[in-house]
């Protein structure tokens, strides 16, 4: 199964600066395309409901980037993998769990915010828990870092993004 996986840009420092290791989502929670997803949209292809679970990943990224406390720029990051998932519809439509390690083989891609985003993203992360709770603020905030595209990356590329930033 595609699975989405919230990061940050530490977790693919981790992750690079150990070659070849796996990839540790954090509590196994990631996204994907699952039968609740494909039910709660009365139109749309695959491609398009995974991209549903990509932006779903990547608002987890920013509760994420809440608790990180690197030196990095503030950017969402969802690493793409190929992956046995069990689906959890009791947390929400797109919500799946995957094993606490997933090989760096199965990785597909990894999304990351450009440069131009980051101002939007700092909003959007001091304002995710009020637009959680319905703060019209917070979720237009959510509403102006969705606006930004993320840049995909194959995983041979992770090393010269980092060194870029």
């Known amino acids: ?95 799946v769990k995957v094993a606490p390690s997933i090989p760096h083989a199965d990785i597909v891609a990894v999304h990351v915010d450009g440069a131009d985003a980051e101002k939007a993203v700092a909003a959007a992360v001091e304002l995710i828990d009020a637009a959680d709770l319905g703060d019209e603020d917070g979720e237009l905030a959510i509403g102006d870092v969705e606006d930004h595209d993320l840049g995909w990356y194959a995983t041979q590329e992770l090393p010269f993004l980092l060194e870029l930033l």
């Open 1 to 95: 199964m595609r699975v989405y996986l919230p990061a940050t840009l530490a977790m693919i420092q981790t992750m690079v600066a150990e070659t070849g290791s796996p990839f540790t989502p954090v509590g196994g929670t990631g996204f994907a395309l699952t039968p609740a997803l494909r039910e709660a949209y009365t139109a749309g292809d695959d491609e398009e409901l995974e991209e549903v679970a990509l932006r779903e990943a990547a608002r987890a990224s920013l509760r994420l980037l809440a608790a990180d406390e690197s030196d990095l720029p503030v950017r969402r990051v969802v690493v793409v993998v190929d992956a046995d998932a069990t689906v959890r519809p009791d947390l929400d439509d797109a919500v």
